[in-house]
T-cell receptor
Framework: KQEVTQIPAALSVPEGENLVLNCSFTDSAIYNLQWFRQDPGKGLTSLLLIQSSQREQTSGRLNASLDKSSGRSTLYIAASQPGDSATYLCAVTEKEKGADGLTFGKGTHLIIQP | NAGVTQTPKFQVLKTGQSMTLQCAQDMNHEYMSWYRQDPGMGLRLIHYSVGAGITDQGEVPNGYNVSRSTTEDFPLRLLSAAPSQTSVYFC?????????????FGNGTRLTVT
C-alpha cells in the first residue's frame, strides 16, 4: 500500500528565509504528484502538479521537484513571507489504483514569523 | 466563478440520523470525489465519480452513498450517522481523472455526530 510521508510535521522560520519541505512515497509507480496548500478552516488549493515524466515545476516563488526512482519530492519556497503560513500537503496518484484518487501525506504545518 | 461549493459548512447530527452533504461545481469537470480529513489520518478518499451516472468506491466507503445524476452535482449521503463519522468532509473536482489536472476543493463541511 502506498504511503506518503512529509517531514517535518511542523516548521517555524523567520520571514525572508528560503525553505524546503519534503515528501516521500513508498511506491514509485505513480502517475503524478501534487502539492497543495491548506489554510485553517479552508479547503485545499493546488499549487503545483508534476507529471511522472517531469523533474520539476515552478510557479512564482515555488519550485517543486520530483525524483521517482528515490520516491521523493521537495517543495522549495523562496523568500518566505508571513502569507505563506499554512499547511502544505503532497499527494500522489498511483498507477495501480487505476488512476483514481490521490494518496495524501499528513502535511507540514508552516509558520513564517514576521 | 464559484468553483466547488459545499453546503452546509457545519452540521451536528445525533447517532442514527441521516443527512446529505451537497457538492456542486460550475467548471464542467467530469471527475468529482469526496474525501474526509481526520487528525492524524490525513485525507482519505470516500467515493468518486468519473462522469454522470458513474460512481465508485474509494478507500473508506462504508456508511456513505453517492449518486451522480448531473455533471455539476455530487451529493454524499450518510445513511445512519455514527460518532466515527465525525470529520471534515471535502468535495473535489478536476478536469482530468487520476490527478492529471489540478484538483479543486470546496471549503469543507465540518460534521459532528453525537
Amino acid at each position: 500500500k502506498q504511503e506518503v510521508t512529509q517531514i517535518p510535521a511542523a516548521l517555524s522560520v523567520p520571514e525572508g528565509e528560503n525553505l524546503v519541505l519534503n515528501c516521500s512515497f513508498t511506491d514509485s509507480a505513480i502517475y503524478n504528484l501534487q502539492w497543495f496548500r491548506q489554510d485553517p478552516g479552508k479547503g485545499l488549493t493546488s499549487l503545483l502538479l508534476i507529471q511522472s515524466s517531469q523533474r520539476e515545476q515552478t510557479s512564482g516563488r515555488l519550485n517543486a521537484s520530483l525524483d521517482k526512482s528515490s520516491g521523493r519530492s521537495t517543495l522549495y519556497i523562496a523568500a518566505s513571507q508571513p502569507g505563506d503560513s499554512a499547511t502544505y500537503l503532497c499527494a500522489v496518484t498511483e498507477k495501480e489504483k487505476g488512476a483514481d484518487g490521490l494518496t495524501f501525506g499528513k502535511g507540514t504545518h508552516l509558520i513564517i514569523q514576521p | 466563478n464559484a468553483g466547488v461549493t459545499q453546503t452546509p459548512k457545519f452540521q451536528v447530527l445525533k447517532t442514527g440520523q441521516s443527512m446529505t452533504l451537497q457538492c456542486a461545481q460550475d467548471m464542467n469537470h467530469e471527475y468529482m470525489s469526496w474525501y474526509r480529513q481526520d487528525p492524524g489520518m490525513g485525507l482519505r478518499l470516500i467515493h468518486y465519480s468519473v462522469g454522470a451516472g458513474i460512481t465508485d468506491q474509494g478507500e473508506v466507503p462504508n456508511g456513505y452513498n453517492v449518486s451522480r445524476s448531473t455533471t455539476e452535482d455530487f451529493p454524499l449521503r450518510l445513511l445512519s450517522a455514527a460518532p466515527s463519522q465525525t470529520s471534515v468532509y471535502f468535495c473535489a473536482s478536476s478536469y482530468l481523472r487520476g490527478g492529471g489536472s489540478p484538483l479543486h476543493f470546496g471549503n469543507g463541511t465540518r460534521l459532528t455526530v453525537t
